[in-house]
Antibody, heavy 121, light 111 residues
Framework: QVQLQESGPGLVKPSETLSLMCAVS?????????WAWIRQPPGKGLEWIGN???????FYNSSLKSRVTIAVDTSKNQFSLTLSSVTAADTGIYYC??????????????WGQGTLVTVSS | QSILTQPPSLSGAPGQRVTISCTGS?????????VHWYQQLPGTAPKLLIY???NRPAGVPDRFSGSRSGTSASLAITGLQAEDEGEYYC???????????FGIGTMVTVL
């Protein structure tokens, strides 16, 4: 059974960089699938951030592209998210998820439990 | 403002049927991109409920069903149960944005 677990600082200062990790268990990232980050501001809906393939190929939300980097570490079976120049609008729960292969009709399953990141001084 | 429009809230008595709509445009649902649905129970992560418009993953009760027509899709819950109370999101691909989009979510309350 595939499981994903997010980790990282819960508090980030404005203008600094948010960094999160997603550890995958029960499945080897190198075996396939794309791996995604999705976020949810407090009391609001879901926003897709971006995807990465085990080869390192990435695909980002155009509204965040200038600030986002997603990377993969196949040796540790994990992938990461960095978001630069954060503001209060970046506060929310950040989820990692697996994306199925058949583009563009892609869905996300399963999801990690999510980690809350607050941007505040 | 979400690209995919959903009613903010719906309610129903136990045993009733509720239907959640998801209205898009010619750049997403209307362009024949598939619609997927997620259930988010209070305090938990979203869970895939319906994929590819009408398909249920293993373990999802057949009380949940999906359909689509034109630029819209719908999620129906029949035989509503207290455990169904939560937020429901639709998701698709948008070719103008070149990315994945979610609806704003519909809060389902069981009376």
């Amino acid at each position: 059974q595939v499981q994903l677990q997010e980790s990282g600082p819960g508090l980030v200062k404005p203008s600094e960089t948010l960094s999160l990790m997603c550890a995958v268990s029960g499945y080897s990232i190198s075996s396939g699938y794309y791996w995604a980050w999705i976020r949810q501001p407090p009391g609001k809906g879901l926003e897709w951030i971006g995807n990465i393939y085990h080869s390192g190929s990435t695909f980002y939300n155009s509204s965040l592209k200038s600030r986002v980097t997603i990377a993969v570490d196949t040796s540790k079976n994990q992938f990461s998210l960095t978001l630069s120049s954060v503001t209060a609008a970046d506060t929310g729960i950040y989820y990692c998820a697996r994306r199925n292969m058949v583009a563009p009709n892609n869905y996300f399953d399963p999801w990690g439990q999510g980690t809350l990141v607050t941007v505040s001084s | 403002q979400s690209i995919l429009t959903q009613p903010p809230s719906l309610s129903g008595a136990p045993g009733q049927r509720v239907t959640i709509s998801c209205t898009g445009s010619s750049s997403n649902i209307g362009a024949n991109y598939e619609v997927h649905w997620y259930q988010q129970l209070p305090g938990t992560a979203p869970k895939l409920l319906i994929y590819g418009d009408t398909n249920r993953p293993a373990g999802v009760p057949d009380r949940f069903s999906g359909s689509r027509s034109g630029t819209s899709a719908s999620l129906a819950i029949t035989g509503l149960q207290a455990e169904d109370e939560g937020e429901y999101y639709c998701q698709s691909y948008d070719r103008s944005l070149r990315g994945y989009v979610f609806g704003i979510g519909t809060m389902v309350t069981v009376l």
